[in-house]
């Protein structure tokens, strides 16, 4: 045991360029004793260390540009554990399932908007690298749940001892950690749950700059106008989701309004469903303006 342990050590000292690659190729031919030896690499590199030196070791900047994003999601940016067994629960799946689906489906199941938060957080966020980031690319392709865990229990730790840039600074380091497992997932049906407007702004705020999700399902929700606005500012910078239904919402001429204004500057929508939505003579006009100006 011994003997292996130490022929494990080192195997892993690598240069980062080899060592992430071989994270890239453990986790894409699902090799898990060698996806946890080459992740809990990483999570050497990062154990122990205060934010700035997590920055500097992976070449990751300290934009000013995050500090108001960091006001405005970072309190509810981590789901609570207990929020993701209910989800887990509720769905009957586990994260481990999670990662082998390209297609999912969760009609029916009573999910909220707590379990939103999950859906954002561990597919939808982590489906991405926003290119305004400023992190290293090396690192994209890290994620390893018992690596994810510990970032977890670190940020947990010491969240209330940092300055706000700092916690900028790892909630970036954390999502870039998450981008590789849940990359794969191009489907996603919420359709007939109870999703609300504050879960409905967390599923936006996920696939703002989703790079993997081609169609989302959020029919029979009642989610209102209040969340088509937050869904329209993110169709006027996703470009990636082809398929978007919105179907029995009771989103009205309001609602149609911020969708209208989406349409004029989203490049990759090809298929919306508005059915049953009490969209009148100016909702519709909306709509129209929106499809006049729009180029896919």
């Known amino acids: 045991e011994d003997e292996k342990n130490s022929w494990d050590k ?9 060592l992430f690659n ?6 894409y031919l699902y090799i898990k004793s060698l996806l946890d030896l080459t992740c809990n690499k990483v999570a050497e590199e990062i154990k122990g260390k205060a934010p700035w030196q997590i920055r500097e070791r992976f070449n990751i900047q300290k934009p000013e540009e995050f500090e ?15 929020d993701v067994s209910t989800f887990l629960r509720k769905v009957g799946c586990t994260l481990t399932a999670l990662r082998v689906k390209t297609s999912i489906s969760y009609t029916a199941k009573g999910i909220n908007e707590h379990d939103c ?19 290293s690319a090396r690192l994209e392709g890290l994620l390893n749940e018992g690596l994810l865990n510990m970032v977890q229990e670190t940020l947990d730790g010491i969240v209330g001892l940092l300055d706000e840039a700092d916690r900028v600074a790892l909630a970036l380091v954390h999502k ?3 981008a590789a497992v849940f990359d794969k997932h191009t489907s996603l049906n919420l359709e007939h749950n109870k999703i609300g407007v504050e879960g409905a702004k967390h599923l936006s ?4 700059c989703n790079t ?22 993110a169709l006027e910078v996703n470009t ?6 919105l179907h029995n919402n009771k989103i009205g001429d309001n609602g149609a309004l911020h969708i209208g204004k989406a349409l004029q500057k989203n490049k990759g929508l090809t298929n919306l469903n508005l059915e049953s939505n009490g969209i009148g003579d100016t909702g519709a006009q909306h709509i129209g303006e929106g499809l006049k100006k729009n180029e896919a």
């Open 68 to 82: 108001e994003w960091n006001r405005e999601n970072q309190v509810n940016a981590f789901p609570e554990q207990r």
């Open 10 to 18: 080192e195997f892993v000292k690598v240069d980062d360029t080899t």
């Open 240 to 245: 990636v989701v082809t398929t978007l239904s």
């Open 22 to 27: 071989l994270i890239h190729a453990a986790n």
């Open 205 to 208: 705020e996920g696939f703002k």
């Open 117 to 135: 938060k999950v859906i954002a957080h561990r597919i939808l966020s982590g489906s991405s690298q926003s290119p305004s980031m400023g992190a």
């Open 176 to 178: 870039v950690l998450r």
């Open 212 to 233: 993997a999700l081609t169609s989302l399902n959020l029919g029979y929700n009642n989610i209102g106008t209040k969340s088509a606005q937050h869904i329209g500012e």
